[in-house]
């Protein structure tokens, strides 16, 4: 199974204009508006994590998205029964299943699915039900895979975050083996017949050799991109963005 499988897709994580506007408690800047800007700027997804500490993305921009996309919503959650029930009621396209921890800046780490399988296979069923794709957010690790691929996982999507800090370190002997590492396991999961999808922490420096693996099929890419609408305006940063991945991809 190998050769490229079709347009790559971008979702473009919206949480941190949220971050922008909660940090005033004011109504501006509005992460719907930033969600329709990065539609018309070529974005084929926006992706929105609701945590439980609700730090950027509030209850009511999930119920405002629902109303305003025209392109599907990534909805990213923690395994829990309130996210679940959240979920249920909106019934998003995807559903991204992420591991929280309150202390932590930003998600550290993928989903231990191995060692919880059981438990995770009976969250995502009503999910399923539902008719959302269920995406797990895991580490580039065959075992978190093939628990993946058992709980029956649609999606899976390899968090790149090591990555790139390995590359922002300048340590790029070891960036590279992390790089082989997501070639690897892209091309593994495939194999195993779920659908490969990337994201964290990715940037115009890094994105390119991950946009190149054939499996992959959607990256989801948020912090930088907000960071660089700053300078750039947000149309601009996502279309250059989507110019990177594209001429990797070819
Ligand atoms: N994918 C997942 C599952 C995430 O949790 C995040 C961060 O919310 C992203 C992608 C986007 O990461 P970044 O904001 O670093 O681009």
Redesign the pocket.
């Known amino acids: 199974m190998t050769g490229y499988l079709g347009k790559l897709r971008l979702g473009v ?1 919206i ?1 941190h204009v949220a971050t922008v506007r909660n940090a005033r408690g004011s109504a501006y800047p509005d992460p719907v508006r930033a969600a329709r800007l990065a539609e018309q700027a070529g974005a084929d997804g926006i ?1 929105a ?1 609701l945590r439980e500490d609700r730090r950027h993305i509030a209850d009511a921009d999930i119920d405002a998205l629902m109303e305003a996309l025209t392109v599907p919503l990534n909805f ?1 959650m923690a395994a829990t029964e309130e996210m679940q029930a959240i979920a249920l009621r909106h019934k998003p396209h995807a559903v ?1 299943i ?1 591991p929280e921890k309150r202390e932590e800046l ?2 550290e780490g993928g989903l231990e699915v191995a060692r919880q399988e059981n438990r995770l296979a009976h969250f995502i069923k009503p999910l399923r039900d539902a008719g959302c794709r269920v995406s797990i ?1 895991i580490a580039a690790d065959r075992a978190q895979i093939e628990a993946a691929a058992r709980i029956r996982a649609e999606v899976v ?1 390899l968090h790149t975050g090591a990555y790139c800090d390995l590359h922002a370190e300048g340590r790029f002997e070891e960036r590279d083996a992390e790089l082989e590492r997501l070639r690897d396991m892209s091309a593994y999961a495939h194999s195993l017949g779920l659908e490969v999808h990337a ?4 940037t115009y420096d890094t994105v390119a050799p991950i946009a190149a693996f054939p499996e992959v099929m959607e990256l ?5 991109l907000i960071g660089e609408a700053i300078f750039r305006g947000l149309t601009p940063a996502i279309a250059e963005m989507r110019r990177v991945m594209d001429e990797a991809r070819t």
């Not at 994201?199 to 990715?202: A, N, T």
């Not at 989801?220 to 930088?224: K, M």
Request: proline share 0%.
């Open positions: 994580n949480d992706t994590h990213e991204c992420v930003t998600t957010f999507e994201g964290h922490g990715l989801n890419i948020g912090h930088f």
